[in-house]
C-alpha cells in the first residue's frame, strides 16, 4: 500500500513571501489532516477535512493559512503572507475510519 | 523575536535493558490513544494503540499500560534496541475525533 505522499520535502521562503504545501492521502481514505510540528515539540491540528469538505479548522489561523481538498482526494495547504513563527514541519495524515491514521513524511518549512 | 521549541524531555537506556516511556494526558472523555514513533525527518509511525475500556495492551516487544484514575499512560519498550531511538509521543482521540498530541520523549539508546 502506498504511504501518504507530500511534497515538496523542503522549503525555504522569506517572511512575507506565499508557500503551498502538497498532500495525496492514501487511496480510498476519506479523511485528511494537516498538522504543524515545530520543533521540539508534537504535531498540532490545523484542519481536519471529511471527503471534500472541511470537518475542524478551529486551530487554522485563517487570516493566513487556506487548505482546500478539491474533489475529495488531494489536498493543498497555503501561507501568505508567512511569519517567522510558521517555521515548522507541516504534516498530512490520511485515515479510513478514526483509528488508523497514516502519516506522511512532512514539509519542513523555514522561513528567514 | 527568536522562537525556541520546547526542549523534549529524553530518556537514554542502555541496549538490551527495558525502557518505559511516561504520559499524562487531560482529557477524561478521550477513548482511544495511540503511541507514535517519529525518526529525524520521517512522519509519526504508529507503534501501538489502546481503547478506554482496556487496561493493557501487548505488542512485539512493545506494552501500553492506561491507567484512567489518574489519566497515565505508559509505553514499555522491552530489550530495546539502537533502532528504537527516535521521540516517541502518545496522543489521545478526544471530542470531535480529533488527535491531540503530548510534547514527546526522546529515546537514546547507548551501544
Known amino acids: 500500500e502506498a504511504g501518504v505522499a507530500q511534497s515538496p520535502r523542503y522549503k525555504i521562503i522569506e517572511k512575507r513571501q506565499s508557500v503551498a504545501f502538497w498532500c495525496n492521502p492514501i487511496s480510498g481514505h476519506a479523511t485528511l489532516y494537516w498538522y504543524q510540528q515545530i520543533l521540539g515539540q508534537g504535531p498540532k491540528l490545523l484542519i481536519q477535512f471529511q471527503n471534500n469538505g472541511v470537518v475542524d479548522d478551529s486551530q487554522l489561523p485563517k487570516d493566513r493559512f487556506s487548505a482546500e481538498r478539491l474533489k475529495g482526494v488531494d489536498s493543498t495547504l497555503k501561507i501568505q503572507p508567512a511569519k517567522l513563527e510558521d517555521s515548522a514541519v507541516y504534516l498530512c495524515a490520511s485515515s479510513l475510519d478514526h483509528y488508523g491514521y497514516t502519516f506522511g513524511s512532512g514539509t519542513r518549512l523555514t522561513v528567514v | 523575536g527568536e522562537s525556541v521549541g520546547l526542549h523534549l524531555p529524553t530518556l537514554s537506556v542502555q541496549e538490551g535493558d527495558n525502557s518505559i516511556i511516561n504520559c499524562a494526558y487531560s482529557n477524561s472523555a478521550s477513548d482511544y490513544f495511540i503511541w507514535y514513533k517519529q525518526e529525524s525527518g520521517k512522519g509519526p509511525q504508529f507503534i501501538i494503540d489502546?481503547?478506554?475500556?482496556?487496561d493493557k495492551r501487548q505488542g512485539q516487544r512493545v506494552t501500553v499500560l492506561l491507567n484512567k484514575t489518574v489519566k497515565h499512560l505508559s509505553l514499555q519498550i522491552a530489550a530495546t534496541q539502537p533502532g528504537d531511538s527516535a521521540v516517541y509521543f502518545c496522543?489521545?482521540?478526544?471530542?470531535?475525533?480529533?488527535?491531540?498530541f503530548g510534547g514527546g520523549t526522546r529515546l537514546m539508546v547507548k551501544p
Open positions: 496522543a489521545a482521540l478526544g471530542a470531535g475525533n480529533m488527535l491531540t
Open positions: 489502546i481503547r478506554s475500556n482496556m
